[in-house]
Protein backbone atom coordinates (compact mmCIF):
# COMPACT_ATOMS: atom_id res chain seq x y z
CA UNK A 1 0.00 0.00 0.00
CA UNK A 2 1.23 4.15 -1.12
CA UNK A 3 0.48 6.47 1.65
CA UNK A 4 0.02 10.02 0.26
CA UNK A 5 2.87 11.79 -0.92
CA UNK A 6 2.36 14.56 1.24
CA UNK A 7 6.08 16.15 -0.04
CA UNK A 8 3.98 16.82 -3.23
CA UNK A 9 1.41 18.97 -1.74
CA UNK A 10 1.01 22.23 0.07
CA UNK A 11 -1.07 20.77 2.55
CA UNK A 12 -2.75 22.56 5.39
CA UNK A 13 -1.86 21.28 8.87
CA UNK A 14 -4.12 18.74 10.63
CA UNK A 15 -6.81 20.68 11.86
CA UNK A 16 -6.37 23.69 9.83
CA UNK A 17 -8.73 24.56 7.59
CA UNK A 18 -7.29 26.21 4.33
CA UNK A 19 -8.24 29.99 3.78
CA UNK A 20 -11.21 30.59 1.48
CA UNK A 21 -9.90 31.02 -2.36
CA UNK A 22 -10.07 34.63 -3.79
CA UNK A 23 -13.32 35.66 -5.05
CA UNK A 24 -15.27 32.96 -3.12
CA UNK A 25 -18.15 33.92 -0.31
CA UNK A 26 -17.71 32.02 2.78
CA UNK A 27 -20.81 31.20 3.75
CA UNK A 28 -21.92 30.65 -0.32
CA UNK A 29 -23.05 26.81 -0.77
CA UNK A 30 -20.35 24.29 -0.47
CA UNK A 31 -19.25 21.62 -3.27
CA UNK A 32 -17.37 19.04 -2.83
CA UNK A 33 -15.14 17.87 -6.06
CA UNK A 34 -13.64 14.18 -5.59
CA UNK A 35 -10.84 13.69 -7.87
CA UNK A 36 -8.32 10.65 -7.89
CA UNK A 37 -7.12 9.58 -11.72
CA UNK A 38 -5.05 11.66 -14.58
CA UNK A 39 -7.83 12.41 -16.40
CA UNK A 40 -9.85 13.71 -13.57
CA UNK A 41 -7.43 16.75 -12.95
CA UNK A 42 -7.35 17.40 -16.39
CA UNK A 43 -11.37 18.33 -16.65
CA UNK A 44 -11.03 19.52 -12.72
CA UNK A 45 -9.03 22.52 -14.12
CA UNK A 46 -11.92 24.69 -16.19
CA UNK A 47 -14.42 23.14 -13.22
CA UNK A 48 -12.88 24.59 -10.46
CA UNK A 49 -12.39 27.82 -11.93
CA UNK A 50 -15.70 28.08 -13.21
CA UNK A 51 -17.43 26.73 -9.93
CA UNK A 52 -15.19 28.96 -7.44
CA UNK A 53 -16.38 31.77 -8.82
CA UNK A 54 -19.91 30.79 -7.86
CA UNK A 55 -19.82 28.36 -4.80
CA UNK A 56 -16.97 27.70 -1.97
CA UNK A 57 -15.50 24.18 -3.22
CA UNK A 58 -13.52 21.72 -1.05
CA UNK A 59 -11.10 19.31 -3.13
CA UNK A 60 -11.20 16.04 -2.23
CA UNK A 61 -7.60 14.03 -4.07
CA UNK A 62 -8.44 10.33 -3.34
CA UNK A 63 -4.45 9.65 -4.80
CA UNK A 64 -5.62 6.71 -6.71
CA UNK A 65 -2.48 8.11 -9.05
CA UNK A 66 -0.04 9.17 -6.80
CA UNK A 67 3.21 9.40 -9.28
CA UNK A 68 4.36 12.68 -9.62
CA UNK A 69 4.08 12.41 -13.28
CA UNK A 70 1.03 11.03 -13.22
CA UNK A 71 -0.86 13.84 -10.59
CA UNK A 72 1.26 16.93 -9.27
CA UNK A 73 2.49 17.96 -12.58
CA UNK A 74 -1.07 18.11 -13.61
CA UNK A 75 -2.02 20.76 -10.45
CA UNK A 76 1.03 22.59 -11.57
CA UNK A 77 0.99 23.24 -15.20
CA UNK A 78 -3.36 23.78 -15.22
CA UNK A 79 -3.38 25.45 -11.96
CA UNK A 80 -5.47 23.58 -9.75
CA UNK A 81 -5.89 25.01 -6.35
CA UNK A 82 -3.97 22.12 -4.30
CA UNK A 83 -6.30 19.61 -2.84
CA UNK A 84 -7.96 20.56 0.51
CA UNK A 85 -7.73 17.06 1.38
CA UNK A 86 -5.30 14.41 0.32
CA UNK A 87 -6.82 10.90 1.17
CA UNK A 88 -3.69 8.52 0.05
CA UNK A 89 -5.73 5.72 -1.06
CA UNK A 90 -2.89 4.61 -3.55
CA UNK A 91 -3.34 1.62 -5.36
CA UNK A 92 -4.61 -1.88 -4.87
CA UNK A 93 -7.35 -4.43 -6.26
CA UNK A 94 -10.62 -2.87 -7.40
CA UNK A 95 -12.59 -3.81 -4.41
CA UNK A 96 -10.09 -2.82 -2.02
CA UNK A 97 -9.18 0.51 -3.21
CA UNK A 98 -12.68 1.55 -4.17
CA UNK A 99 -13.86 -0.05 -0.53
CA UNK A 100 -11.14 2.30 0.98
CA UNK A 101 -11.99 5.38 -0.60
CA UNK A 102 -15.67 4.90 0.73
CA UNK A 103 -14.42 4.69 3.79
CA UNK A 104 -12.09 7.52 3.56
CA UNK A 105 -14.20 9.78 1.32
CA UNK A 106 -17.81 9.13 3.83
CA UNK A 107 -15.54 10.58 7.09
CA UNK A 108 -14.34 13.97 4.61
CA UNK A 109 -17.91 14.36 4.06
CA UNK A 110 -19.05 13.93 7.27
CA UNK A 111 -16.53 16.88 8.45
CA UNK A 112 -16.92 18.95 5.02
CA UNK A 113 -21.00 19.13 5.22
CA UNK A 114 -20.98 19.51 1.05
CA UNK A 115 -24.36 20.99 0.05
CA UNK A 116 -23.42 18.62 -3.17
CA UNK A 117 -20.51 16.37 -4.16
CA UNK A 118 -19.62 16.71 -7.59
CA UNK A 119 -17.85 13.61 -9.66
CA UNK A 120 -15.85 13.13 -13.29
CA UNK A 121 -15.95 10.73 -15.37
CA UNK A 122 -15.48 6.62 -14.81
CA UNK A 123 -12.92 5.74 -12.31
CA UNK A 124 -13.00 4.20 -8.88
CA UNK A 125 -12.78 7.70 -7.35
CA UNK A 126 -15.67 8.29 -9.60
CA UNK A 127 -18.25 5.37 -8.06
CA UNK A 128 -16.65 6.01 -4.56
CA UNK A 129 -17.16 9.62 -4.08
CA UNK A 130 -20.63 9.38 -5.88
CA UNK A 131 -21.64 5.91 -3.53
CA UNK A 132 -20.22 7.79 -0.63
CA UNK A 133 -22.52 10.90 -0.98
CA UNK A 134 -25.58 9.15 -1.80
CA UNK A 135 -25.53 6.99 1.40
CA UNK A 136 -25.24 10.34 3.65
CA UNK A 137 -28.02 11.75 1.24
CA UNK A 138 -26.15 14.67 -0.52
CA UNK A 139 -26.81 15.12 -3.88
CA UNK A 140 -24.48 14.04 -6.81
CA UNK A 141 -23.92 15.83 -9.97
CA UNK A 142 -21.75 13.76 -12.35
CA UNK A 143 -19.98 15.37 -15.20
CA UNK A 144 -19.45 13.17 -18.39
CA UNK A 145 -22.38 11.52 -17.80
CA UNK A 146 -24.36 8.71 -19.99
CA UNK A 147 -21.05 7.30 -21.50
CA UNK A 148 -21.58 4.36 -22.69
CA UNK A 149 -19.37 1.50 -24.32
CA UNK A 150 -21.60 -1.36 -23.85
CA UNK A 151 -18.73 -3.95 -22.84
CA UNK A 152 -20.52 -5.00 -19.76
CA UNK A 153 -17.41 -6.14 -17.88
CA UNK A 154 -15.10 -3.05 -18.49
CA UNK A 155 -14.34 -1.05 -14.88
CA UNK A 156 -14.94 1.80 -16.03
CA UNK A 157 -18.72 0.65 -17.52
CA UNK A 158 -19.41 -0.65 -14.18
CA UNK A 159 -18.14 2.82 -12.63
CA UNK A 160 -20.01 5.02 -14.98
CA UNK A 161 -23.31 2.95 -15.08
CA UNK A 162 -23.68 3.00 -11.10
CA UNK A 163 -22.43 6.78 -10.62
CA UNK A 164 -25.30 8.04 -12.96
CA UNK A 165 -28.01 5.87 -11.58
CA UNK A 166 -26.81 7.98 -8.14
CA UNK A 167 -26.71 11.04 -9.50
CA UNK A 168 -29.30 14.42 -9.55
CA UNK A 169 -27.76 16.31 -11.66
CA UNK A 170 -25.76 14.27 -14.87
CA UNK A 171 -24.12 16.48 -17.25
CA UNK A 172 -23.76 15.10 -20.69
CA UNK A 173 -20.78 15.88 -23.37
CA UNK A 174 -23.44 14.40 -26.13
CA UNK A 175 -26.75 13.72 -27.59
CA UNK A 176 -25.84 10.47 -27.89
CA UNK A 177 -25.12 10.62 -23.54
CA UNK A 178 -28.26 11.87 -23.33
CA UNK A 179 -30.13 8.93 -25.51
CA UNK A 180 -28.15 6.50 -23.11
CA UNK A 181 -29.32 7.66 -20.42
CA UNK A 182 -32.99 7.97 -21.89
CA UNK A 183 -32.59 4.51 -22.54
CA UNK A 184 -31.75 3.62 -19.05
CA UNK A 185 -34.92 5.50 -17.43
CA UNK A 186 -32.85 8.61 -16.66
CA UNK A 187 -34.53 11.64 -17.70
CA UNK A 188 -34.93 13.90 -14.77
CA UNK A 189 -31.64 16.29 -13.89
CA UNK A 190 -29.86 15.64 -17.34
CA UNK A 191 -28.08 18.60 -18.52
CA UNK A 192 -26.10 18.69 -22.31
CA UNK A 193 -23.72 20.79 -21.40
CA UNK A 194 -20.60 20.04 -24.32
CA UNK A 195 -17.45 18.73 -22.79
CA UNK A 196 -15.28 20.47 -20.65
CA UNK A 197 -12.42 18.52 -22.19
CA UNK A 198 -12.98 20.70 -25.06
CA UNK A 199 -12.80 23.66 -22.37
CA UNK A 200 -9.30 22.61 -21.31
CA UNK A 201 -7.76 22.25 -24.80
CA UNK A 202 -9.25 25.68 -25.76
CA UNK A 203 -7.64 26.92 -22.25
CA UNK A 204 -3.99 25.64 -23.02
CA UNK A 205 -3.19 25.11 -26.71
CA UNK A 206 -1.72 27.80 -27.11
CA UNK A 207 0.21 27.50 -24.22
CA UNK A 208 1.37 24.40 -24.32
CA UNK A 209 2.97 25.32 -28.12
CA UNK A 210 4.61 28.40 -26.44
CA UNK A 211 6.13 26.66 -23.53
CA UNK A 212 7.04 22.97 -24.86
CA UNK A 213 8.03 23.44 -28.25
CA UNK A 214 12.05 23.25 -28.13
CA UNK A 215 14.63 21.84 -29.43
CA UNK A 216 14.45 17.95 -28.03
CA UNK A 217 10.51 17.95 -29.54
CA UNK A 218 9.91 15.92 -32.74
CA UNK A 219 9.19 17.56 -36.00
CA UNK A 220 5.50 17.57 -36.11
CA UNK A 221 3.82 15.12 -38.56
CA UNK A 222 6.92 12.98 -38.25
CA UNK A 223 5.93 10.45 -35.79
CA UNK A 224 2.22 8.60 -34.29
CA UNK A 225 1.76 8.80 -31.09
CA UNK A 226 0.51 5.63 -28.98
CA UNK A 227 -1.38 5.16 -25.14
CA UNK A 228 -1.74 2.06 -23.52
CA UNK A 229 -3.11 1.31 -19.97
CA UNK A 230 -6.37 -0.03 -19.99
CA UNK A 231 -7.07 -3.22 -18.00
CA UNK A 232 -7.91 -5.29 -20.96
CA UNK A 233 -4.81 -4.53 -22.78
CA UNK A 234 -2.06 -4.33 -20.44
CA UNK A 235 -3.27 -7.47 -18.24
CA UNK A 236 -3.63 -9.94 -20.85
CA UNK A 237 0.28 -10.56 -21.76
CA UNK A 238 -0.98 -11.84 -25.78
CA UNK A 239 -2.90 -9.04 -26.13
CA UNK A 240 -0.24 -6.37 -24.65
CA UNK A 241 2.42 -8.26 -26.87
CA UNK A 242 0.42 -7.75 -30.08
CA UNK A 243 -0.21 -3.85 -29.82
CA UNK A 244 3.49 -3.31 -28.95
CA UNK A 245 4.27 -5.89 -31.77
CA UNK A 246 2.14 -3.71 -33.93
CA UNK A 247 3.28 -0.47 -32.68
CA UNK A 248 6.63 -1.27 -33.50
CA UNK A 249 6.30 -1.87 -36.97
CA UNK A 250 4.95 1.10 -37.97
CA UNK A 251 5.78 3.29 -41.14
CA UNK A 252 7.59 5.98 -38.95
CA UNK A 253 8.65 6.74 -35.26
CA UNK A 254 6.10 5.71 -32.60
CA UNK A 255 6.69 7.50 -29.32
CA UNK A 256 5.28 6.07 -26.45
CA UNK A 257 4.58 7.65 -22.98
CA UNK A 258 3.99 4.89 -20.69
CA UNK A 259 1.58 4.08 -18.10
CA UNK A 260 2.66 2.73 -14.67
CA UNK A 261 0.66 -0.11 -14.99
CA UNK A 262 1.77 -0.59 -18.70
CA UNK A 263 5.41 -0.39 -17.19
CA UNK A 264 5.16 -2.84 -14.61
CA UNK A 265 3.86 -5.26 -17.09
CA UNK A 266 6.08 -4.75 -19.93
CA UNK A 267 8.57 -5.90 -17.27
CA UNK A 268 6.61 -8.49 -15.75
CA UNK A 269 6.26 -10.08 -19.07
CA UNK A 270 9.95 -9.69 -19.78
CA UNK A 271 8.93 -7.82 -22.93
CA UNK A 272 11.72 -5.76 -25.41
CA UNK A 273 9.87 -3.29 -27.52
CA UNK A 274 12.21 -2.14 -30.16
CA UNK A 275 12.07 -1.21 -33.90
CA UNK A 276 9.73 2.08 -34.79
CA UNK A 277 8.93 2.30 -30.93
CA UNK A 278 10.35 4.84 -28.67
CA UNK A 279 9.47 4.62 -24.75
CA UNK A 280 9.32 7.75 -22.73
CA UNK A 281 7.87 8.64 -19.16
CA UNK A 282 4.17 9.79 -18.82
CA UNK A 283 4.00 13.12 -20.65
CA UNK A 284 2.48 16.36 -18.93
CA UNK A 285 -0.49 17.72 -20.02
CA UNK A 286 0.52 20.21 -21.70
CA UNK A 287 3.31 17.61 -23.09
CA UNK A 288 0.92 15.61 -24.43
CA UNK A 289 -1.20 18.67 -26.66
CA UNK A 290 1.81 19.01 -28.00
CA UNK A 291 2.70 16.13 -28.92
CA UNK A 292 -0.83 14.70 -29.91
CA UNK A 293 -1.47 17.98 -32.26
CA UNK A 294 2.32 17.44 -33.68
CA UNK A 295 1.03 13.88 -34.96
CA UNK A 296 0.15 12.06 -38.43
CA UNK A 297 -2.04 9.76 -35.91
CA UNK A 298 -2.54 8.85 -32.51
CA UNK A 299 -2.96 5.00 -31.60
CA UNK A 300 -4.77 4.84 -28.20
CA UNK A 301 -7.15 2.72 -25.68
CA UNK A 302 -8.08 5.63 -24.06
CA UNK A 303 -11.06 7.84 -24.04
CA UNK A 304 -9.33 10.72 -23.12
CA UNK A 305 -6.85 10.70 -25.75
CA UNK A 306 -9.21 9.67 -28.76
CA UNK A 307 -11.59 12.98 -27.47
CA UNK A 308 -8.42 15.03 -27.24
CA UNK A 309 -6.88 13.73 -31.31
CA UNK A 310 -10.52 14.59 -32.46
CA UNK A 311 -10.46 18.14 -31.29
CA UNK A 312 -7.05 18.83 -32.26
CA UNK A 313 -8.07 17.56 -36.34
CA UNK A 314 -5.34 14.28 -35.65
CA UNK A 315 -6.60 11.12 -36.59
CA UNK A 316 -7.07 8.40 -34.00
CA UNK A 317 -7.09 4.39 -34.28
CA UNK A 318 -8.43 2.72 -31.36
CA UNK A 319 -7.12 -0.18 -29.60
CA UNK A 320 -10.17 -1.41 -28.36
CA UNK A 321 -13.38 -2.74 -29.94
CA UNK A 322 -15.80 -0.51 -29.25
CA UNK A 323 -15.93 3.30 -27.95
CA UNK A 324 -17.99 5.72 -26.18
CA UNK A 325 -16.96 8.47 -28.08
CA UNK A 326 -18.90 7.07 -30.89
CA UNK A 327 -19.17 10.53 -33.09
CA UNK A 328 -15.11 10.70 -33.47
CA UNK A 329 -16.23 7.76 -35.67
CA UNK A 330 -18.14 9.60 -38.30
CA UNK A 331 -16.04 10.17 -41.88
CA UNK A 332 -12.80 8.14 -40.46
CA UNK A 333 -11.71 10.49 -37.69
CA UNK A 334 -11.62 7.53 -35.54
CA UNK A 335 -10.80 3.92 -36.70
CA UNK A 336 -11.41 1.08 -33.92
CA UNK A 337 -8.56 -1.88 -34.60
CA UNK A 338 -8.56 -3.18 -31.17
CA UNK A 339 -5.33 -5.20 -30.35
CA UNK A 340 -5.02 -6.99 -33.74
CA UNK A 341 -1.83 -6.12 -35.45
CA UNK A 342 -3.36 -6.70 -39.04
CA UNK A 343 -6.18 -4.30 -38.03
CA UNK A 344 -3.84 -1.58 -36.71
CA UNK A 345 -1.82 -1.68 -39.53
CA UNK A 346 -4.69 -1.37 -42.48
CA UNK A 347 -6.04 1.74 -40.01
CA UNK A 348 -2.92 3.46 -40.10
CA UNK A 349 -2.62 2.65 -44.09
CA UNK A 350 -6.21 4.31 -44.78
CA UNK A 351 -5.58 7.33 -42.67
CA UNK A 352 -2.10 7.78 -44.96
CA UNK A 353 -4.27 7.29 -48.09
CA UNK A 354 -6.67 9.67 -47.52
CA UNK A 355 -6.24 12.32 -44.79
CA UNK A 356 -10.15 12.98 -42.84
CA UNK A 357 -11.27 16.36 -41.87
CA UNK A 358 -13.93 16.62 -39.30
CA UNK A 359 -15.08 19.83 -37.21
CA UNK A 360 -14.74 19.10 -33.74
CA UNK A 361 -17.18 22.23 -31.91
CA UNK A 362 -20.17 20.55 -33.65
CA UNK A 363 -20.24 17.66 -31.48
CA UNK A 364 -18.34 18.83 -28.05
CA UNK A 365 -19.56 22.55 -27.75
CA UNK A 366 -17.05 26.00 -28.22
CA UNK A 367 -15.09 25.58 -24.87
CA UNK A 368 -17.92 26.42 -22.43
CA UNK A 369 -18.67 23.56 -20.77
CA UNK A 370 -17.55 24.32 -17.55
CA UNK A 371 -19.71 27.68 -16.71
CA UNK A 372 -22.37 25.98 -17.85
CA UNK A 373 -21.81 23.30 -15.17
CA UNK A 374 -21.20 26.16 -12.58
CA UNK A 375 -24.71 27.72 -13.45
CA UNK A 376 -26.64 24.72 -13.06
CA UNK A 377 -25.02 23.78 -10.21
CA UNK A 378 -25.42 27.32 -8.48
CA UNK A 379 -29.31 27.03 -9.74
CA UNK A 380 -29.75 24.15 -7.79
CA UNK A 381 -27.78 24.60 -4.62
CA UNK A 382 -30.06 28.41 -4.53
CA UNK A 383 -33.51 25.94 -5.38
CA UNK A 384 -32.43 23.83 -2.27
CA UNK A 385 -31.44 26.27 0.04
CA UNK A 386 -35.02 28.59 -0.87
CA UNK A 387 -37.21 25.34 -0.21
CA UNK A 388 -35.04 24.59 3.39
CA UNK A 389 -35.47 28.12 4.28
CA UNK A 390 -39.02 27.37 3.50
CA UNK A 391 -39.23 24.33 5.57
CA UNK A 392 -37.78 26.48 8.21
CA UNK A 393 -34.30 25.72 8.57
CA UNK A 394 -31.16 23.20 7.49
C1 LIG B 1 -7.53 4.67 -14.26
C2 LIG B 1 -9.04 4.64 -14.52
C3 LIG B 1 -9.30 4.89 -15.99
C4 LIG B 1 -8.55 6.11 -16.52
C5 LIG B 1 -7.07 5.96 -16.18
C6 LIG B 1 -6.22 7.12 -16.64
C7 LIG B 1 -10.26 3.09 -13.03
C8 LIG B 1 -10.95 1.79 -12.91
N1 LIG B 1 -9.59 3.33 -14.18
O1 LIG B 1 -6.95 3.54 -14.88
O2 LIG B 1 -10.69 5.09 -16.16
O3 LIG B 1 -8.71 6.20 -17.92
O4 LIG B 1 -6.95 5.85 -14.76
O5 LIG B 1 -4.84 6.89 -16.40
O6 LIG B 1 -10.34 3.90 -12.12
N2 LIG B 1 0.00 3.27 -10.80
C9 LIG B 1 1.26 3.73 -10.48
N3 LIG B 1 1.44 5.06 -10.27
C10 LIG B 1 0.40 5.94 -10.39
C11 LIG B 1 -0.87 5.45 -10.72
C12 LIG B 1 -1.06 4.11 -10.94
O7 LIG B 1 2.22 2.96 -10.34
O8 LIG B 1 0.59 7.14 -10.19
C13 LIG B 1 -0.21 1.84 -11.03
C14 LIG B 1 -1.06 1.21 -9.95
O9 LIG B 1 -0.27 0.75 -8.92
C15 LIG B 1 -1.76 0.09 -10.68
C16 LIG B 1 -1.84 0.58 -12.10
O10 LIG B 1 -0.92 1.66 -12.23
O11 LIG B 1 -0.95 -1.06 -10.66
C17 LIG B 1 -3.22 0.98 -12.51
O12 LIG B 1 -3.68 2.11 -11.84
P1 LIG B 1 -5.24 2.30 -11.57
O13 LIG B 1 -5.42 3.52 -10.80
O14 LIG B 1 -5.84 1.05 -11.10
O15 LIG B 1 -5.95 2.47 -12.95
P2 LIG B 1 -5.52 3.03 -14.36
O16 LIG B 1 -5.13 1.92 -15.24
O17 LIG B 1 -4.59 4.19 -14.24
Redesign the pocket.
Known amino acids: MRRANTRFYRRPRAGTKPAPPEGAIAAAPAVLTVVG ?3 QFVKAAPLSRALRRRVREVLVHTG ?4 PD ?2 QSFFDELDIPAPDRHLGI ?2 GS ?1 GR ?1 TGRMLEALEEAMREERPDLVLVL ?5 TLAGALAAAKLGIPVAHVEAGLRSFQAGM ?2 EI ?1 RRLTDHLAQLLFCPTPTAVANLRAEGITRGVHRVGDVMMDAVRQNLARARRRIRGAGDPQPRSYYLATV ?3 ENVDDPARLAAILGALQALPHPTLLPV ?3 TR ?1 AIRRLRLRPGGNLRLRPPATYLEMLMLESGARAVLTD ?3 VQKEAYILGTPCVTLRASTEWVETLEGGANRLAGPDPARIHRAIRAIERSRPRWSPGRVYGRGRAAEAVARVVSAFLARRARSRVKRGGR
Open positions: ARPQHYDMSGSHMGDTNSPENHRQHPRKSGG
